[in-house]
């Protein structure tokens, strides 16, 4: 199978060329910057379509999602999500007489015949029969669920991290060369 490449523009001679100047290392640690500086770009564009999404505070996606940032050693930018369903308290839940009222996904719901405790960190909860207890805890949304779908997805996809362009950039400084 031949494979052919077609430079429009000429970039990849250019940063060939920058990287046989300022060798291979130093090409690396450009590259390395590059990387983080899209890749940052990219994840702040996901925080913020993840919290519209969700409805949740942005502290909450701090501490469910870890960025692992590129090194010289491993050229990979990763955003991870974890934990858990959120429960209803991360949402401004009122009790209300016919239930519940929370706002999960961005948008108020009524949630009937639920209701609130308050030594339980003010979470809804739901009776599973008449009788007052087995009582079940209410959830909203799950950000590792969420961070793959939707918006959230659409936000990702869209983000063109431009690496070669800002890598070039990095090499140029290196080089001293003018922008």
């Known amino acids: 199978m031949n494979v052919i490449l077609r430079d429009l523009d000429q970039t990849r001679a250019h940063f060939e060329a920058a990287i ?12 390395n910057r590059a990387l983080n500086s899209e890749g940052n770009k990219v994840r702040t564009q996901v925080h913020r379509a993840l919290r519209k999404q969700t409805g949740a505070k942005a502290a909450l996606f701090n ?26 308290s991360h949402f401004s839940p009122r009790q209300f007489g016919y239930g519940v009222r929370a706002k999960p996904w961005g948008r108020w719901q009524r949630f009937e015949s639920a209701f609130l405790v308050g030594s339980l960190g003010n979470n809804a909860f739901v009776r599973e029969s008449k009788a007052r207890f087995p009582i079940k805890k209410m959830f909203g949304p799950s950000i590792p669920k ?14 063109q991290p431009n690496v070669l362009a800002e890598a070039t950039r990095q090499l140029q400084m290196l080089l001293g060369a003018p922008n």
Do not use: C, K, P, W
Request: net charge neutral; hydrophobic share 40%.
């Open 146 to 159: 969420e961070l793959v779908q939707d918006a959230t997805r659409a936000a990702f996809e869209a983000a």
């Open 63 to 88: 501490r469910e999602t870890r960025t692992i940032r590129s090194t010289f050693a491993n050229l990979i930018y990763t955003i991870e999500a974890r934990g858990d369903y959120l429960g209803l």
């Open 20 to 31: 046989h100047r300022v060798g291979e290392q130093a090409a690396t640690r450009a590259f």
